[in-house]
């Protein structure tokens, strides 16, 4: 299942106040929103020329037939990933997963196994000084990681 992308854009009027926290592992901020695209040269011009996002990454794994790239947008990520089989298909645009950072993976972790989702086990991450897991549900079928930089807030 994907989620066909939308993209609107908006004026911020005054700033929105950030809520307390109601626990002990709360969700501080968008990390990262993945962007699937059959267009890989189109995304990277709308999303960088077009919107003037910085471009921080810029990968093309030709074995794979992929292309991965990271723009900047605010504090937050936005991931653009290719694939010959969604170029082959002609698909559109979809969000194809999202990042949330945490205070503490492990509070986090805790706090929604609780709650009764099911969710992968904290791991160190890709990136150094990161601490991971995943929800695999309660998602809407979207992909769904939280993130935690150790030392990092």
């Known amino acids: 299942r994907s989620t066909v992308l939308d993209i609107g854009l908006a004026e911020t009027v005054s700033a929105v106040p950030l809520s307390e926290p109601a626990g002990d592992a ?83 972790h805790r706090r929604l196994a609780a709650a009764g989702r099911n969710v992968s086990d904290v791991k160190d991450g890709a990136a150094p000084g990161t601490r991971v897991f995943t929800a695999r549900d309660g998602t809407c079928g979207l992909p769904t990681i939280f993130v935690e930089r150790v030392g990092i807030r």
């Open 26 to 108: 709360p969700v501080l901020r968008n990390e990262l929103v993945v962007l699937k695209t059959a267009a890989p040269e189109q995304a990277l011009a709308f999303y960088g020329a077009r919107l003037g996002l910085g471009l921080l990454f810029d990968r093309t794994m030709s074995k794979a037939g992929s292309r991965l790239a990271q723009f900047s947008c605010g504090s937050s990520l936005l991931e653009i990933s290719h694939d010959a089989a969604a170029a082959a298909a002609g698909t559109p645009d979809t969000i194809w997963g999202i990042g949330w950072s945490v205070a503490s993976a492990e509070a986090a």
